[in-house]
């Protein structure tokens, strides 16, 4: 069965002033893709995905989602960001429902569409609570929980639970491969963490040190749940590595 | 555990509060009393009795109360006039360069210059009447008002404002459902400052021009030598101060719920 592209980015080049960021790169992202997108500490995997988004104008080239000039305003893009961005004065229902609203879906919809994730990311009994009577991974579900309700086109991840200890990171990992699963959203999910990237990915992008283009894309096919110990998942964890040496 | 905490917390600080008061309430009894500080003010227990009969009976054409509801009227329509515009024009300064640009430059000029100094020129403008009186609270409310409001506008978190950006909302939106909200808590800082600066305003104009309010009965107590008159009139000045500050709090603490940690 041949494989429908989702995001088609075509010599996609970034500068600030004269600093080259984005180096003339082009892939494709099929859909239903988790990728995870790897590179060296500060080689601009931000700039890369705030570049895919319009946060940033890029310099040059193209991104196309379905085959179209990528616009949030108007096509179902959800966006998960590496620190807090839930809104402090809505409760933890209300932030979930938030992108619902601005979309103007009908009530019953909303309605359901809120139940549902609140269950899956085991919010329901705090659905009244507000962000600040959260911890921190429990803030980061309802971003998860918000960007997925919309049942996004593409959902983009920029490290989100790079501020979270190791167990969390777990727990939120096992619980976005749940949500995927489910959904077959596509994800494109920037890391710095390898061992993240070889846990969730069923594609892992590897990108250069600045000026950034893309070194490799790998297809990760180890079965689920992945154990981190297996020798399978280490070797593939040490080929990553060594392909984003840049030293 | 924590409301217990709070229930504690705010015990401790009434009874503070009480025996700071209480305190106050003493050494002027005694100074009064037992010093020569007697010759020159009434002692508590006059002006509570002086404050008590002004409730029943008059002090010139009114009650103390309907002199409370004449200053209490002028300062509400300066003050919530003056806040809509203030809190409408920083928001727009706070978040559109363009306003900021327009409005700023003149908006620090006029900052500056005290209410009061405006007297002259609302008389010629308005006259003697409430219009004057009302002109000078409006300009007192509204600077405080317009500069917490922009500050807030400017401190919105970039990245819920993204957020919002990515799940689709356009400019209005954001303005309204992120913008609006995130500056609550600044907004009402700005409202605690205009309160008490639209009631020190009113006492002024009050005192340059007026038949009635609390500013009226501090000027002809001062007039006819009457010290327990003014004295009444400074009592409830910081009456009805304390109670509006309370009000103005628990509406802070009902709109700006979200703002406050724990369960």
Known sequence: MEEKIKVKVNHLTKKFGDLLVLDDMSFNVTDGDLLCVVGPTGCG????LNSLTKIYDITEGEILLNGQQVNPKKQNIAYIFQGDSTMPWLTVEENVRFGLDIKGLPETKKKEQVEKYLEIVGLTKYKNYYPKQLSASMLQRV?????FATEPELLLMDEPYGQLDIE?????????VKLWKLTRTTVLFITHNIEEAVYLGNKIMILTNKPTTVKKTIVNDLPRPRDIAAPEFVKLRNQVTELIKWW | MIKKKNISDKTINVACACISIGAFLFLWYWGTAFTKLGMLIPGP???LETVTAGFFGKVGRHSILVHVGYSMIRVMIG???GSVFGIVLGLLMGWYRIAEAIFNPLFRIIRPIPPIAWIPISIIW???G????????FLASFSNTTLNSMAGAKNVDREV???AKMLGANERQIFTTIVLPASVPSIFAGLQVAISSSWATVLAAEMVRSSEGLGWMIVAGMNNNDMLQILSGIVMIGVVGFILAIIMRKAEDILCRWNKSGN
């Open chain 1, 45 to 48: 995997k931000t700039t890369f």
């Open chain 2, 126 to 128: 308005f006259g003697l």
């Open chain 1, 143 to 147: 971003s998860i929980a918000r960007a």
């Open chain 1, 168 to 176: 969390l990171r777990f727990k939120l990992e096992d619980e976005l």
């Open chain 2, 161 to 163: 404002v993204n957020a």
């Open chain 2, 130 to 137: 409430e219009n004057a009186k009302i002109f000078l609270i």
């Open chain 2, 79 to 81: 003050f919530i006039v």
């Open chain 2, 45 to 47: 227990v006059e002006v």
